[in-house]
C-alpha cells in the first residue's frame, strides 16, 4: 500500500542523492512528525524517483529541476540535505548551488555522504528513530533498498553499501538525508505542527 503525500502546504524538510548513468537519483521528504515520504510531481504523478535505466541510461536533469520547483512550491520547505556525489562529472555541486540560489542558502545545503564525521551519526540516528518516530508511506521502491542495503565497516565504524551493483540502497540513503535534515529542524526548534494522516506504515 503505497500512500498519497501530504497535503500541500505541509511543513517538510528533505533529502537529494544524486548520481548520473548507474546509481538511482531521488528526493525524500519527512514532516515534522516523522512521516518519511515520496513527493510525487509533473502531470503524471511520478514519484521523485529516477532510475537511469528508465531514462535512456542518464539521469534526467532538468527532470530533478522541475521536481524540486513543484515540491518547493508544493510544501513549506524548512530544510534540504542534498549529496552531490563525487567531485568530477557526474556532481550535482553546481545544481544545488543553483537551488540554493534561487530558493534560499539556508534551505539547500550540500551534504556528502561521502563525510564519515556526519554519515556515521546520521545512520545511527535514523536507526534509532526507527522505533519510536519514523513513519512511511509504504513507497516500495524505498523499501527494496532499505532491505538491499548492508553495514560496510570501516574505521571502526560503519557506512551503507551494497550486496552487489544491481542492487541500489540511494533511497535508503536519501532517506536518511531527509531524516537528519527534519531532525536538525527539529532540534532548532520547527514552529508549527499539522495533523498527520493515521495511516503510516513502520519500515521494521
Request: with cysteine.
Amino acid at each position: 500500500m503505497w500512500l498519497p503525500p501530504p497535503e500541500p502546504g505541509t511543513s517538510i524538510a528533505a533529502g537529494f542523492d544524486g548520481s548520473l548513468n548507474d546509481d538511482w537519483t531521488a528526493i525524500k521528504a519527512e514532516t515534522r512528525d516523522g512521516y518519511i515520504f515520496t513527493p510525487r510531481y509533473g502531470p503524471d504523478r511520478r514519484p521523485t524517483i529516477w532510475n537511469p535505466a528508465e531514462w535512456g541510461g542518464l539521469i534526467p536533469r532538468q527532470q530533478v529541476r522541475e521536481a524540486w520547483d513543484e515540491v518547493v512550491e508544493t510544501y513549506d520547505l524548512r530544510r534540504a540535505y542534498c549529496d552531490p556525489g563525487f567531485h568530477d562529472e557526474t556532481s550535482w555541486e553546481s545544481d544545488i548551488e543553483d537551488w540554493a540560489a534561487e530558493w534560499g542558502e539556508k534551505v539547500f545545503i550540500s551534504w556528502p555522504t561521502t563525510s564519515m564525521q556526519r554519515m556515521y551519526p546520521a545512520i545511527r540516528r535514523f536507526e534509532s528513530d526507527l522505533t519510536a518516530l519514523i513513519t512511511h508511506d509504504g513507497c516500495p521502491l524505498t523499501i527494496r533498498h532499505m532491505r538491499n542495503a548492508r553495514k560496510l565497516p570501516i574505521r571502526r565504524v560503519y557506512t551503507l553499501g551494497k550486496p552487489a551493483q544491481h542492487q541500489k540502497i540511494d533511497l535508503a540513503v536519501t532517506s536518511i538525508l531527509a531524516h537528519e535534515a527534519a531532525s536538525d529542524v527539529r532540534s532548532e526548534g520547527w514552529p508549527s505542527r499539522e495533523p498527520t494522516d493515521t495511516r503510516v506504515i513502520c519500515f521494521t
